[in-house]
């Protein structure tokens, strides 16, 4: 049963224009929900987080918006740059669980010059 | 301020052999989790460990077992090394587990081949 979904497994943007990466989620009980940017065999790098009693956090070039009714997260991030080329996980975790995340599949992002 | 360390990068172990992989968190964290990448199930939790004590743990057979150390190290086993356990284990630390808003923050990584 697969929580998280990201259904796009890939996406390409110029640079200089907005990417816009998206996440569903099945589970009532997550909380809190994290983005992490991801480069082969390295480990994930934390991007933006959001508490589920917020529906928008930004922090420079990235914004994560949250629609708890619809269970849905999206990473928007403006503008593009091609040193963001890679692979993007959400993840969400309960409350009182924050070490334990459900991710999901991932998105590739293609900044095109 | 150092991030989350684990050794060894990358081994490569024969079937049936067992393996051991070393984390350090952040300083200051005392919760360490430990996840599996691999290409088919993508990245799956294993198990967290706060206080020395194993306080959630994923779905994953009794083969993979971990622990922790009174300064927050962790360790975790895999035995019986199966071909399908080729992955990339990651480790993660974080603040404080039991609260809601805290960001888990990930080591490299070690890359285990199984042959």
């Known amino acids: 049963d697969q929580q998280v979904k990201q259904n796009s497994p890939s996406l390409s943007v110029q640079e200089g224009r907005i990417s816009i990466l998206n996440c569903d989620y099945t589970n009532s009980m997550f909380d809190y929900f994290l983005w992490y940017k991801k480069y082969p065999a390295e480990g994930p790098t934390f991007l933006i987080s959001?508490?589920?009693?917020?529906d928008k956090n930004e922090d420079g070039r990235f914004t994560v918006f949250l629609n708890k009714s619809a269970k849905h997260l999206s990473l928007h991030i403006v503008p593009s740059q091609p040193g963001d080329s890679a692979v993007y996980f959400c993840?969400?975790?309960?409350?009182?669980?924050?070490?334990?995340?459900?991710f999901g599949t991932g998105t590739r992002l293609q900044v095109t010059l | 301020k150092a991030g989350v360390t684990q050794t060894p990068r990358y081994l490569i172990k024969t079937r049936g052999q067992q393996v051991t992989l070393s984390c350090s968190p952040i300083s200051g964290h005392r919760s360490v989790s430990w996840y599996q990448q691999t290409p088919g199930q993508g990245l799956q939790f294993l198990f967290e460990y706060f206080s020395e004590t194993q306080r959630n743990k994923g779905n994953f057979p009794g083969r993979f077992s971990g622990r922790q150390f009174s300064n927050s190290r962790s360790e975790m086993n895999v035995s019986t090394l199966e071909l399908g356990d080729s992955a990339l284990y990651l480790c993660?630390?974080?603040?404080?587990?039991?609260?809601?808003?805290?960001?888990?923050?990930f080591g490299e990584g070690s890359w285990l081949t199984v042959v």
């Open positions: 993660a630390s974080t603040l404080n587990p039991t609260g809601s808003g805290n960001t888990i923050y």
């Open positions: 993840a969400a975790s309960e409350a009182g669980t924050a070490s334990k995340l459900t």
């Open positions: 959001i508490s589920s009693i917020k």
